[in-house]
């Protein structure tokens, strides 16, 4: 005899639980009301073998039905009408799944197309973020623009002249700066040099006799 593939689902979160119970029966695995599908525990649910099938709907619901509750005292029928709902488009609100007495969890009827349509734009959101190439540019631009304004701060600023007087004074210190002028030697300076008085007499006494003499001739 073969034997079916089977699924464990387990888990001692009540939401946790539920979610991976919907997603085995949307791989192809249902809940068997059998010795050894049933669950392993009935009062608090957390373990429940689940074998791969082609059992369908067992109670279909109204087209323009968007909600429905679950709620049953027993284990297992509380999971058959579980699936009944997950099999026609419903899907569990994990804030509603409790097992506190009697087990409960609100389903939601999902929209196909809506879901199918998030998804497309979601991926595409994802593509569209794939290419950084332009990020990647923006953001080096703005770090070279950001070092360019640093180092025009970090340069000093000269300070703007309050009056004309001023502002020569500016120019004449940048002439300066630039063309310097050339150190004088005051003590080597021929108009500062002086010389002895019997020097300068002895000069000035053959010019005296010069004259006499050509007088005298005459």
């Given amino acids: 005899m073969t034997r079916k593939e089977s699924r464990n689902v387990f888990s ?3 939401a946790v ?7 085995a029966i949307h791989d192809g695995f249902r809940v068997s009301n059998t ?3 049933y669950p392993m525990l009935n009062s608090i649910l957390k373990e429940v073998r689940v074998y791969r099938s082609d059992d369908g709907v067992t ?4 087209d323009d039905v968007t909600s429905q509750y679950v709620a049953e005292w027993d284990g297992m029928r509380y999971l058959l009408a579980f699936q009944n709902l997950v099999l026609q488009g419903f899907e ?4 509603s799944v409790a097992f506190s007495g009697m087990k409960t969890a609100k389903m939601l ?11 497309d734009a979601a991926l595409a959101d994802l593509q569209g973020n794939a290419n950084p190439s332009t990020e990647t540019e923006e953001i080096a631009q703005s770090s070279a623009k950001s070092t ?3 180092e025009d701060m970090a340069a000093p600023e000269k300070p703007e002249p309050t009056s004309p007087a001023e502002e020569l004074a500016q120019e004449g210190t940048a002439t300066t700066a630039l063309n310097p002028e050339p150190e004088v030697d005051n003590d080597n300076r021929v108009e500062d040099q002086q010389l002895p008085e019997e020097e300068l007499a002895d000069k000035e006494e053959p010019a005296k006799t010069t004259r006499r003499r050509k007088s005298t001739k005459k």
Avoid at 17 to 23: E, G, T
Avoid at 59 to 62: E, K, L, N, R
Avoid at 92 to 95: C, H, L, Q
Avoid at 109 to 119: G, H, I, M, S, T
């Fill in 148 to 150: 360019e304004e640093e």
């Fill in 109 to 119: 009827r999902v929209n196909k197309a809506d879901e199918d349509a998030k998804q």
């Fill in 59 to 62: 109670a279909p619901m109204p």
């Fill in 35 to 37: 010795n050894e599908g």
């Fill in 12 to 14: 001692e979160n009540p």
């Fill in 92 to 95: 569990v609100d994990t804030n």
């Fill in 17 to 23: 639980f539920m979610q991976d119970l919907q997603q």
